[in-house]
């Protein structure tokens, strides 16, 4: 059974940071690029971060450049991202999500964390 369990969300003030981490399991790890999803009240989820399965190439959305880092640590099976410079725009619940690299139907989706930056 595959479980994506994220943790680290909470509260923090405009310009402080956070790190999120997303634990998988049930799944062979290095075969699957991992992601985070952010949505906001009312708005639809959105691609925050991409990290590939092999070579660690990474993608973002142009809201978080330059103050977002995704990174994985295969031996823990852990995807993490940290967030730097936060801003009330930031806030929302965050979604780690696993997609096998060649089987484009077969994904995964964790719980969320919530994230409120906020003064």
């Known amino acids: 059974q595959v479980q994506l369990v994220e943790s680290g969300g909470g509260l923090v003030q405009p310009g402080g940071s956070l790190r999120l981490s997303c634990a998988a399991s049930?799944?062979?790890?290095?075969?699957?690029?991992m992601s985070w999803y952010r949505q906001a009240p009312g708005k639809e989820r959105e691609l925050v971060a991409v990290i590939v399965s092999v070579g660690g190439t990474t993608n973002y959305a142009d809201s978080v450049k330059g103050r977002f880092a995704i990174s994985r640590d295969g031996a823990k099976k852990t995807v993490y991202l940290d967030m730097n410079s936060l801003k009330p725009d930031d806030t929302g619940v965050y979604f780690c999500?696993?997609?096998?690299?060649?089987?484009?139907?077969?994904?995964?989706w964790g719980q969320g964390t919530q994230v409120t930056v906020s003064s």
């Open positions: 049930g799944l062979f790890f290095s075969k699957y690029d």
């Open positions: 999500n696993a997609q096998h690299k060649t089987l484009k139907g077969i994904h995964f």
